[in-house]
Nanobody
């Protein structure tokens, strides 16, 4: 089993920055990739960013490209999301997720989420 714990959410004004972190514990030897998702009130959960564990290859949703940066620390089994130039539409609960094998079946583990609120 793997446990994921997010931190770093909060309230920020539009144009500001926040950094989210997600710490993985448990069977962290089996990580293929980690990702960030978000869910705004009344909306479906959406993909934000992903990073491959081995090569550090990154992918972003178009809505966050050039503003958000995902990174990982393999030694600490953590993934971070640096969010700059935040907009009110970035307001959501942000979740980190872990893909343990890259089989295409999706993410196996999810964190509990952390609230990000961007005021205008």
């Amino acid at each position: 089993q793997v446990q994921l714990v997010e931190s770093g959410g909060g309230l920020v004004q539009a144009g500001g920055s926040l950094r989210l972190s997600c710490a993985a514990s448990g069977r962290t030897f089996s990580i293929y990739a980690m990702g960030w998702f978000r869910q705004a009130p009344g909306k479906e959960r959406e993909f934000v960013a992903r990073i491959s564990w081995s090569g550090g290859i990154t992918y972003y949703a178009d809505s966050v490209k050039s503003r958000f940066t995902v990174s990982r620390d393999k030694a600490k089994s953590t993934v971070s999301l640096q969010m700059n130039s935040l907009k009110p539409e970035d307001t959501a609960v942000y979740y980190c997720a872990l893909d343990s094998d890259g089989s295409g079946a999706g993410y196996n583990y999810w964190g509990q989420g952390t609230q990000v609120t961007v005021s205008s």
